[in-house]
């Protein structure tokens, strides 16, 4: 039984957040309108001839957001796929580790790349995928050429994906740690009185188990099928390799700020927005199907 008493405090207790969220993500919304105008800043948002839907028309014709489009769902579905195989892949061989300090020592150590901003971590790949880098000294050894990877269309799309897949399986990695965690030992017991092995006990024990937390974690991740990730790759990439790394939020970016094309920028990053939407609502939907998943 609710008691009304102390509602007012949980409010007031909920209002900073609020005012923050009303502040910086729900006024701004309002801003849409320039995708639907062409916007110029002397005239403000008032004063700007309204257009309608040319520059959604636009965006459609341009060669340009076709290719941005297809890189940003390459690389966000290469990082998905990754980003399942790698921490349950890695949550069941930890958890096979018997010496509690050296699987403790593991997970932290892998769990702290997570923290790391992508500003850090683009100059350490910088160097260490540079022409005479790391990768490339050691390359070097076997008689290989050196290659610059960060430039070259060929690389960089899998360096992308790895690099991301690195710093976040950790993090991931705890999930699935839990799952495991919670099975009942009794089913080991019974297991082993059957005659498993240890990779027996992980197909027919662990990753049945674990299975419904697993396809949660995939619905969920439909929604993020357009976010290649804005931080890594923009301080990563370069022009040389637009071709391949341009992804919908540097492009918006470039577009919108750098080239001053507002409307046009809007527009782009509208559009994706609303398939984002479109998107996460799927996913929400499939994981209360499949895995049971509700957030209300």
Known sequence: MR????????HLMMAPGVILVLIYSIIPMFGVIIAFQNFVPARGIWGSKFVGLRNFELMF???????????TVIIAV???ILGLIVPVTFAILLNEVRWTGFRRTVQT???LPNFLSWVILAI???SIFSYTGMVNSFAALFGAEPVMFLVS?????????????????GYGAVIYLAAITNIDQNIYEAAAIDG???????TKVVLPSIMSTIVLMATLSLGNVLNAGFDQIYNMYSPLVYETGDIIDTYVYRMGLEKMQYSFGTAVGLTKSLVSFVLLTVSYKLAERYAGYTLF
């Not at 790895?162 to 976040?168: F, Q, S």
């Open 3 to 10: 008691n009304k008493s102390l509602e007012k405090y949980y």
């Open 61 to 71: 014709m341009y060669p340009d957001v076709r290719k941005v489009l297809f890189n």
């Open 78 to 80: 290469g990082k998905i």
């Open 109 to 111: 150590i892998v769990y």
């Open 124 to 126: 350490m790949f910088h």
């Open 153 to 169: 269309n060929k690389w960089f799309r899998p360096i992308i994906i790895g690099t991301d897949t690195w710093k976040t399986f």
């Open 196 to 202: 498993a092995n240890r990779w027996q006990k992980i």
